[in-house]
């Protein structure tokens, strides 16, 4: 590079290409007299070589992004407020290649830049393909009356009722969804519930709710991509009408094994290993539920990519370790390699029986992409790796994104790999191998731990305050004890030997649970949260992701992000108040906290509504905070600013309102007059309410403001459904 004056240099002294000629002007600047040195000339010729420096750091690591904007544009697709048009996907879908062609064309500058655009067309159009490949029928409606359907799944309700999913639906005379879903309340002599077993019964239904208030959960995104066309209850003896058919080997052999689980283990213990092995949580109680979610074992409960990651780790070294014992085999044969497909069929094998939910597969995908890269000597446990199961799960499931399964278990998972790539300096210099041990047990479930909990308080408003202690004394038992004697027990049992396995397994098992037990007893053992908007969890994973997959000092920024989303998140202000999509239940801050019209029905989404607040009391206490009155009619009101709002409940309360004046606002559960409405008055009714949703509005002076939860979702596939008939009657348990 010749400058002019006769003073030149070479760009190779300064490492070739962009950066080169970046160093080369600045040792230039720097060589002219003081009168034709400006500062700001120098900084800025600085600045750029330093831009450069620090994303040519990044050119080797810039496929650990491909998910994120995979994923960026499946979010965009959730936001939007309507429904795309299938123009607008197959331009995104067919504008992809060739932007990823032109990318690379373009270079390590502007290529990326243009294949991420590439990938957010891309997750936009999965997203919506998905949305529309996942139709299926939905009630239009409340049904009751008589239901038929196949088990393919048992759990339980939040209330601790057995609960039912149930394909081959047949109703009376009217279009049946996919899949319905039926909680069994009362008596239930006649049935032992079974998978594969054909039953029969009277039952309410009604379609998958929305939201129970504008921005919280979308229960009816979440049914529409599980085909979950009704859920519903019954209190009537449900009946068998024909039992698992014989061709159904899979079942039998699943229902076996829990029979065998349970003859071997009994009490809780013996339902806690029935869900660990092969997926099945209808005999697990509520209290043991609570105790392992409030000391942050509840992973442990799911199948998740720990339990399929120890199976496949455990199968992987024991058949390793069986082809080296053979010299001439350990000379030979690619053990590794014969040893991952060994550990892949047992996984496979392992998803088969445990049921398949989509925890499970998103675990046996992860396992699998890990078990490839042995196939393919790649290195197994790497930030690559972690990249391409994001993507492949993406890409086979893109609404996966949006729920915390998903999220929590990347987060770990990717926070682990990146902070012990920031250790390994740190454990190299440990000389006892006994102490590196337990450092580093400390500090994976200190790292696991703290890349999960912004998720879970975000999702279920908690954060568990002896998380850590819980997780440090029982989750090293589940590699060492309880999953090998586990395995140990299913390899017995066509011997009938399989409670030498199953026994040992118990003992692990009664250890967890004691733990859970004594550490969710502890004060304060769970901290409540309020959610966070939109902005300040964008902000939040953002500032994660960069601190985990940014190469370089400059990867701090990332702690920036997640401050100023702790900042963000602090500062939210909940809503003032708060009416239920059905007009039964209304909700309104007052100085104690929330204060609930009824201190009983619609108990679950008064419990949302609470956990939403981050306030610790159930339903009764929040009702009888001081803020609702009755007036001289007897009627529930509440004064704020120059409102008046009141409460109706039952068709004796909306009888005695003839007329309406001033600023009143009258929410009903049952139909109203409009035309009693005079002046400012307004009226929302259950009719009102079924089409737009939960409301929450803010009352500042004389102004009311209110949101509802169509403006926050839009009209999208899984909510503009036709409904016919009226949409009175019991609620279904969700």
């Known amino acids: 590079m010749q400058i002019a004056g006769g003073r030149g240099c070479k760009t190779g002294d300064y490492g070739g290409g962009h950066e080169g000629i970046y160093l080369c002007l600045g040792k230039f600047v720097q060589r002219l007299p003081r009168v034709y040195r400006p500062q700001i000339c120098v900084a800025r010729v600085r600045a750029l070589a330093a831009i450069n420096a620090v994303w040519l750091k990044q050119q080797g690591h810039l496929f650990h992004w491909t998910p994120v904007f995979l994923g960026l544009g499946v979010a965009l697709y959730f936001a939007l407020p309507f429904e795309p048009p299938m123009w607008l996907l197959w331009t995104s879908a067919c504008a992809a290649l060739p932007l990823v062609l032109t990318g690379r064309w373009l270079g390590i500058y502007w290529g ?30 409340r049904y009751y009356g008589p239901l038929q359907g196949r088990i393919i799944e048992i759990d339980r309700s939040g209330t601790g009722a057995p609960r039912l999913l149930l394909d081959q639906v047949v ?24 998978l594969g077993q054909t039953v029969m019964m009277t039952a309410h239904l009604s379609p998958p709710t929305g939201p129970v208030e504008p921005g919280g959960f979308d229960f009816q995104r979440h049914a529409w991509f599980e085909r979950l066309g009704g859920v519903g209850y019954t209190r009537n003896p449900a009946l068998l009408l024909y039992d698992a058919p014989e061709a159904m080997a899979l079942t039998g052999l699943r229902r076996d094994l829990v029979a065998r689980i349970r003859r071997a283990i009994p009490s809780q213990t013996g339902e806690v290993a029935a869900a660990l092995l092969a997926g099945d949580r209808s005999g697990v109680a509520p209290e043991t539920v609570a105790a392992l979610r409030d000391s942050n074992l509840a992973h442990l409960l799911a199948i998740s990519g720990l339990h399929m990651g120890l199976l496949a780790g455990l199968v992987y070294g024991l058949v390793r370790r069986f082809l080296v014992l053979v010299p001439a085999w350990a000379l030979y044969l690619p053990t590794k390699k014969i040893a991952a497909i060994a550990a892949l069929i047992c ?156 026994v040992p397994m118990g003992w692990g098992i009664d250890w967890v649970l004691a733990v859970a037990s004594g550490v969710s007893g502890l004060p304060s053992a769970v901290t409540p949260v309020p959610s966070p908007d939109v902005a300040s969890f964008a902000v939040m994973t953002a500032g994660g992701l960069i601190l985990c997959l940014w190469q370089g000092r400059t990867r701090l920024a990332g702690t920036l992000l997640f401050l100023m989303a702790v900042a963000l998140w602090q500062s939210v202000g909940r809503p003032e108040g708060l009416v239920s999509d059905d007009g039964r239940l209304v909700g309104i801050l007052g100085a104690q906290g929330r204060v609930l019209s ?137």
């Open 112 to 141: 990326p830049l243009v294949i991420a655009a590439a990938l957010v067309a891309s997750g936009y159009a999965l997203a919506g393909a998905e949305a529309r490949a996942k139709a299926a029928p939905v009630l239009s409606g």
């Open 171 to 194: 109703l009376d005379r009217r279009a049946a969804p996919a899949t319905v879903r039926v909680s069994l309340h009362g008596p239930q002599d006649w049935l032992q519930p079974a």
């Open 347 to 502: 996984a496979a094998a392992y998803l088969s029986i445990s049921g398949a939910s989509v925890a499970t597969q998103r675990a046996f995908v992860m396992v699998a992409v890990g078990l490839c890269a042995v196939l393919a000597d790649r290195q197994v446990i790497s930030l690559r790796s972690v990249a391409m199961a994001a993507l492949v799960l993406l890409v086979l499931q893109p609404h996966a994104l949006v729920g915390p399964g998903f999220q929590m278990s990347f987060a770990a998972t990717t926070g682990l790999i990146a902070g012990f790539e920031v250790m390994r300096p740190l454990q190299q210099r440990i000389p006892s191998k006994a102490l590196r041990v337990i450092l580093m047990t400390v500090l994976s479930s200190a790292m696991a731990g703290a890349a999960t909990a912004p998720f879970a308080a975000a999702h279920f408003n908690r954060l568990t305050d002896y998380g850590l202690v819980a997780n440090l004394l029982a989750t090293p038992l589940m590699g060492t004890l309880i999953m090998p004697a586990g395995i140990l027990g299913v390899c017995l049992m066509p011997f009938g030997l399989e409670w030498i396995g199953f």
């Open 598 to 734: 009824q201190p009983k029905g619609a108990g679950f989404v008064a419990q949302v509504w609470l956990e939403n607040d981050g306030d610790p009391v159930n339903q009764p206490i929040a009702a009888a905070r001081a803020g609702w009155q009755r007036n001289a009619d007897g009627l529930l009101e509440w004064h704020a600013g120059e409102w008046r709002i009141m409460s109706l409940r039952g068709r004796k309360e909306a009888k005695g309102i003839e007329t309406c004046t001033g600023k009143v606002w009258i929410i009903s559960d049952q139909p109203l007059p409009q035309d009693i409405a005079k002046g400012e008055c307004k009226i929302t009714t259950a009719d009102d309410l079924r089409h737009s949703g939960a409301l929450a509005f803010r009352i500042t002076g004389k102004d009311l403001q209110i949101t509802s939860s169509r403006d926050i979702t839009g009209d999208r596939l899984w909510n503009t459904r036709q409904r016919k008939g009226p949409d009175h009657g019991p609620q279904a348990d969700q």
